[in-house]
């Protein structure tokens, strides 16, 4: 079995910092995805990391430490669209891709 | 990147009627394509994982008989929801990989049934 759990929704104003968590239990771990998703739109790729440790990409940085469980999703700088869904997603050892239910981020002016 | 090309983007039909929907890798062969659903303001769900020549592997409490995959080629997948009913309509979203590790999403199918 697996739980991906992550915040419901988070609030935050623009240019500010926001740091999504995700925890999850799983067996046959080979990867965690970030997605973003705006509403009525397929989910597009942030994020994969695999091994422990720090994932930078521009505004946009992932973390993950396997022996915890646990990952993070951090937007800096944040703008009005970065409103969205975001999907945290463990990948088993056999490819099969798993999300946990979302966190809803509002960017208020 | 790589593309994934699924239509129809949106469909509308009667209950009791089916509906295909079909996902088609452009530039890559997809040897797995995953099915997902998603219902209004929930994550995706997994239905079923095809591999190509296969029979498709179906989710616990997804009905194989209602939802049929097809993976006949490298680049084709398609979904028919059979007998739909308004409890049928979601957001259908397909994924496929080359088994390089990369995953590529449709850009996903809003059904409603009436």
């Known amino acids: 079995g697996q739980n991906i759990d992550q915040p419901t929704e988070m609030t935050a104003t623009e240019g500010a910092i926001v740091q999504i968590n995700c925890t999850y239990q799983t067996s046959g771990f080979n990867g965690l995805f970030w997605y973003q998703q705006h509403a009525g739109e397929a989910p597009t790729f942030l994020s994969y990391n695999v091994l422990d440790g720090l994932e930078e990409k521009g505004r946009f940085s992932s973390f993950l430490s396997r022996s915890k469980g646990y990952s993070y999703l951090l937007l800096k700088e944040l703008q009005m669209k970065d409103s969205a869904s975001y999907l945290c997603a463990v990948r088993h050892s056999w490819g099969k891709l798993q999300f946990g239910a979302g966190t809803q981020v509002v960017v208020t002016p | 990147g790589a593309v994934v090309s699924q239509h129809p983007s949106r469909v509308i039909c009667k209950s009791g009627t089916s509906v295909k929907i079909e996902c088609r890798s452009l530039?890559?062969?997809?040897?797995?394509m995953f099915w997902y659903r998603q219902f209004p303001k929930q994550s995706l769900m997994l239905m079923a994982t095809?591999?190509?020549?296969?029979?498709?592997?179906?989710e616990q409490g997804v009905e194989k008989d209602k939802f049929l995959i097809n993976h006949a080629s490298l680049t084709l997948s398609t979904l028919t929801v059979t007998s739909a009913h308004p409890e049928d309509s979601s957001f259908y979203i397909c994924?496929?990989?080359?088994?390089?590790?990369?995953?590529?999403f449709g850009e996903g199918s809003r059904l409603t049934v009436l």
């Open positions: 095809s591999n190509e020549g296969s029979k498709a592997t179906y």
């Open positions: 530039d890559f062969q997809a040897t797995t």
């Open positions: 994924s496929g990989t080359s088994g390089t590790g990369e995953l590529f």
